[in-house]
């Protein structure tokens, strides 16, 4: 009998652990959050559990949503989770001393992220796709969308970079000639201040 009861609790506590999830609505799309990422807050339409995990929809800003993980990423592929088509990056995180994910997939007519540690889609961030509705993105269109998002990232950060360095340098011209000024007013001050302890 005890073996019995035994075996009984143990069944259920796996069954707990593998069936353990809860539900949150993101973008009005519902994912079922496993066990390992339950406890997080949703909030601004984002679902996040500390540092460790987070979902939100980035249809409205793909080109910021993606361009640093593309551009940082140490490995990339795309691939189809039942009729979603999903790029997936990983990258050494130094802030999490290891791997790091980010899935990029079509969920209806909205693109989401999926952040987690690792350097693999699980079985967990499988099923989460999976249970999301069917995207109503094209494959094509979908990938043309992050490749053309990446492309005006770059080209943004180009152009900031350009900006930032021709500031950098106008304002070290400025102060320069500040400088000059500065030192061309001290001295003839001095040139006064001479002048007037000869006369004195």
């Not at 189809?80 to 088509?85: G, T």
């Not at 001393?97 to 969920?107: D, L, M, P, R, V």
């Amino acid at each position: 009998m005890k073996k019995f009861l035994l075996a009984l609790t143990l069944t259920l506590l796996l069954l707990g652990c593998v069936f353990a999830s809860s539900n949150v609505t993101v973008n009005g799309v519902d994912f079922e959050i496993p066990s390992k990422y339950q406890g997080g807050e949703l909030k601004n339409d984002m679902y996040r559990l500390d540092n460790d995990f987070s979902i939100r929809c980035v249809s409205d800003n793909v080109v910021n949503a993606i361009g640093l993980w593309a551009e940082e990423q140490d490995s990339s592929e795309d691939l189809s989770i039942d009729n979603h088509p999903v790029r997936h990056f990983y990258q050494y995180s130094k802030i999490h001393h290891g791997n790091w994910s980010h899935a990029y997939f079509a969920s209806g007519k909205e693109i989401y992220e999926i952040t987690w540690p690792g350097e693999k889609i699980d079985n967990d961030i499988e099923k989460l796709i999976k249970n999301t509705p069917p995207s109503k993105i094209d494959e094509d269109a979908f990938y043309d969308t992050l490749d053309k998002s990446y492309e005006i990232y770059k080209t943004q950060k180009i152009y900031q970079l350009n900006h930032d360095g021709e500031y950098n340098y106008n304002d070290a011209k400025h102060q320069s000639q500040y400088k000059q000024i500065e030192k061309q007013e001290n001295k003839k001050f001095n040139e006064i201040l001479l002048t007037y302890h000869k006369n004195n």
